[in-house]
C-alpha cells in the first residue's frame, strides 16, 4: 500500500470531516422527513414474537465488573443450543429500544449518534430450541424476529463468507449487523460513516457482556468477504450493506 493511500485510510479515523461537512444542507436541516426507526418487513413475512425484557428464566445477575473480568473472544462452543430467551435478551441487549422519542427516534441499550442507530442486526440461526435454522431480522420496535431466507447449509455458506473462518458454522447463532447508511447521513451528511463504524462497535461490545449472562461465548468477525455476505443476507451491498458479524455459543 503507497504511502499516500495509507495517510488517506488514517484520515477517515480523524475528526477532520467536522470543519468540513456544511451541516445546513443535510436532509435534517432541509426539512426532509427522516427515515423509519427499522427496515419495513413484509406483512405476509413469519413472525416470531420474543420473550419480553425482564421475564427471561435463563438470565443470570452478573455484575459489571465480572462481566467485563471475564469478557473474551471464545471460536470453540458446546453442542448446547440457545434457549429463546437468551437469544431475546442477546437481541435487545444489542438494539433494544428503552424508549420511543417520537415516529423516527428512539432511546436504546446501546449509544449512537443523534440516536440514529444506523444498523439492522440480522439473525443466523443455527443451533436455537424452538427455532428454525434460517436467517432472521431483528424488528427492535415490537421486539420480535422475521423471517428473511431458509437457506440449505446455513452454517457452511456463513464459513465460506468469512473466508473460511469455521468456528462460524459451529456457533448457535451469527450475528450480522448491517449499515443502513442513509439513517445517519440524514443528520450527518459525510461525516456519517465514521459514526456508523463507532456505533457497530458499542453494539458488539454489549452482545460480548450480554453473554457472560447466559454461559455463552462470543467472537466478532471483522474479516469478511462483502460481497458474499451481502448477497447471502439479501443486500443491496448500497443501501445497506453488511458491516460487522460475530458469532454466538454455549461454553
Known amino acids: 500500500m503507497s504511502a499516500s493511500s495509507v495517510k488517506q485510510r488514517r484520515e477517515f479515523l480523524k475528526a477532520t470531516i467536522w470543519q468540513q461537512v456544511d451541516f445546513s444542507r443535510t436532509d435534517q436541516h432541509r426539512g426532509v422527513a427522516p427515515p423509519p426507526l427499522e427496515a419495513p418487513a413484509p406483512p405476509e413475512a413469519k413472525r416470531i414474537t420474543l420473550a419480553?425484557?425482564?421475564?427471561w428464566q435463563n438470565v443470570r445477575v452478573v455484575g459489571v465488573e465480572t462481566?467485563?473480568?471475564?469478557?473474551?473472544?471464545?471460536?470453540?462452543?458446546?453442542?448446547?443450543?440457545?434457549?429463546?430467551d437468551e437469544l431475546s435478551f442477546l437481541l435487545w441487549a444489542t438494539q433494544g429500544i428503552r424508549a420511543r422519542i417520537d415516529a423516527a427516534t428512539a432511546l436504546?441499550?446501546?449509544?449512537?449518534?443523534?440516536?440514529?442507530?444506523?444498523?439492522?442486526?440480522?439473525?443466523?440461526?443455527?443451533?436455537?430450541n424452538q427455532l428454525e435454522p434460517a436467517i432472521y431480522r431483528?424488528?427492535?420496535?415490537?421486539?420480535?424476529l422475521v423471517?428473511?431466507?431458509?437457506?440449505?447449509q446455513l452454517g457452511r455458506r456463513l464459513a465460506?463468507?468469512?473466508?473460511?473462518?469455521?468456528?462460524?458454522?459451529?456457533?448457535a447463532a451469527v450475528?450480522?449487523?448491517a449499515a443502513v447508511p442513509y439513517r445517519m447521513e440524514w443528520r450527518y451528511g459525510a461525516a456519517a460513516h465514521k459514526l456508523i463504524a463507532l456505533d457497530a462497535g458499542h453494539v458488539c461490545q454489549n452482545l460480548y457482556l450480554a453473554c457472560e449472562a447466559i454461559g455463552a461465548g462470543c467472537c466478532a468477525v471483522a474479516a469478511?468477504?462483502?460481497?458474499?455476505?451481502?448477497?447471502?443476507?439479501?443486500?443491496?451491498?448500497?443501501?445497506?450493506?453488511?458491516?460487522?458479524?460475530?458469532?454466538v455459543g454455549k461454553l
Do not use: K
Open 160 to 171: 465460506a463468507g468469512a473466508f473460511e473462518q469455521q468456528f462460524l458454522a459451529e456457533a
Open 224 to 247: 469478511y468477504h462483502q460481497q458474499r455476505m451481502d448477497e447471502l443476507l439479501g443486500l443491496d451491498g448500497d443501501e445497506e450493506f453488511t458491516i460487522y458479524m460475530a458469532a
Open 67 to 84: 462481566a467485563i473480568r471475564r469478557r473474551e473472544s471464545h471460536r470453540q462452543y458446546s453442542a448446547a443450543p440457545l434457549e429463546m
Open 52 to 55: 419480553a425484557p425482564g421475564s
Open 138 to 144: 431483528y424488528l427492535p420496535v415490537r421486539h420480535q
Open 175 to 177: 450475528f450480522v449487523w
Open 147 to 152: 423471517l428473511e431466507h431458509s437457506i440449505p
Open 108 to 128: 436504546r441499550t446501546v449509544p449512537s449518534a443523534g440516536a440514529r442507530h444506523a444498523l439492522e442486526t440480522h439473525l443466523c440461526a443455527l443451533n436455537v
